[in-house]
């Protein structure tokens, strides 16, 4: 079985510039969310997507957007880069139709916005 | 407002003590609690579910316990050691919302 990977691992940008994450999610697993992670805070959710489709979204602003492709990985944009978007961006897996919504996470992306 | 709360305060105990660690949540009732484990610079790891129908969840040396009345879940560590140093994050579904809400962790260290 293969876990939630995530790349890149690291990522410095500047304000204004636009970012794209990726994810591959856990084999068997259909649904893929998104989070960012502030240092010494919780998970903070942005959105998830099931079949290709966003299946329900944080309050987030709209540039950050996503993608989930047929094989169940998946892309984060985020647009117009921000100081306060620097973080720990973090995708978890999970499989649609189970009412607990056990996620399966990655290691995250450090992403620093200079 | 709907919220899930753990005490931000960082934990410290002595090897082999028990350690507890809360998590509220108010005006909301969630139909289950999550405990997941997180490492610096990593993603959570899930440990516990209990459901609001359970008193107590047990797994190795973690016990969870789930308190309606008190809205209340503890995650305890038993017979702790030095290699459970790590910050514990509860979540749970608020209403009919489809995602998880994280609280901010509790950051535990064990003393050897």
């Known amino acids: 079985e293969t876990g939630v990977t995530q790349s890149p691992t690291h990522l410095i940008k500047t304000r204004g510039q636009q970012v794209t994450l990726r994810c591959s999610s856990q084999?068997?697993?259909?649904?893929v969310s998104w989070y960012q992670q502030a240092l010494g805070q919780g998970p903070q959710f942005i959105f998830q997507y099931y079949r290709e489709e966003e299946n329900g979204r944080g309050n987030f602003p709209p540039r950050f957007s996503g993608l989930q492709f047929p094989n169940y990985s998946s892309e984060l944009n985020v647009n117009a880069l921000e100081l306060d978007d620097s973080a720990l961006y973090l995708c978890a897996s999970s499989l649609e139709g189970l009412e607990t919504d056990t996620q399966y996470f990655g290691p995250g992306t450090r992403l620093t916005v200079l | 407002s709907q919220k899930i709360e753990q005490n931000s305060e960082a934990l410290n105990i002595q090897e082999g003590k028990t350690a507890t660690l809360t998590c509220n949540y108010t005006?909301?009732?969630?139909?289950?609690l999550q405990w997941y484990r997180q490492d610096p610079g990593r993603g959570p790891v899930f440990l516990l579910l209990?459901?609001?129908?359970?008193k107590e969840k047990r797994k190795e040396r973690l016990k969870v316990t789930f308190d309606t009345t008190l809205k209340q879940s503890l995650f305890h560590i038993t017979a702790s050691q030095p290699a459970d140093s790590a910050t514990y994050l509860c979540?749970?579904?608020?209403?009919?919302?489809?995602?998880?809400?994280f609280g901010s962790g509790t950051q535990l260290t064990v003393l050897p």
């Open positions: 084999s068997g697993h259909n649904t």
């Open positions: 209990i459901r609001e129908n359970e």
């Open positions: 979540a749970s579904r608020k209403g009919s919302a489809r995602q998880l809400t």
């Open positions: 005006n909301y009732s969630p139909a289950y």
